[in-house]
């Protein structure tokens, strides 16, 4: 069976740290672009990072620089989600998909989602 799975979300307070993992079967990441969406109450959707794995590119919203990281475990065929200093505005339903990459870049489309995993940040 293809599919992806978040976990690693829960409950943190401002300043603390999550690691979110998305891991997938039935299908290999090598060179597909991955990317973690999250969609909060009332708000659409945004793009928080990305990896492209078949040339390394990552991409952030700007609001997560510095604060947030990206990785993957090829082994594992899991891409990982380092968010550090965390924010009550993080709070927020995070998703990951995959697809295949564009050069220097994500995916134009995403043919693999996972059903989300909820972080919430409390001040």
């Known amino acids: 069976e293809v599919q992806l799975v978040e976990s690693g979300g829960g409950l943190v307070q401002a300043g603390g740290s999550l690691r979110l993992s998305c891991a997938a079967s039935?299908?290999?990441?090598?060179?597909?672009?991955i990317i973690w969406f999250r969609q909060a109450p009332g708000k659409e959707r945004e793009a928080v990072s990305c990896?492209?794995?078949?040339?390394?590119?990552?991409y952030y919203l700007d609001s997560v620089k510095g604060r947030f990281t990206i990785s993957n475990e090829n082994a594992k065929n899991t891409v990982y989600l380092q968010m550090n200093n965390l924010k009550p505005e993080d709070t927020a339903v995070y998703s990951c998909?995959?697809?295949?990459?564009?050069?220097?870049?994500?995916?134009?489309?995403?043919?693999?989602w996972g059903q989300g995993t909820q972080v919430t940040v409390s001040s």
């Open positions: 998909a995959a697809g295949h990459p564009v050069v220097e870049g994500c995916a134009v489309e995403y043919d693999y």
């Open positions: 039935g299908f290999t990441f090598d060179d597909l672009a």
């Open positions: 990896l492209n794995n078949r040339d390394s590119t990552t």
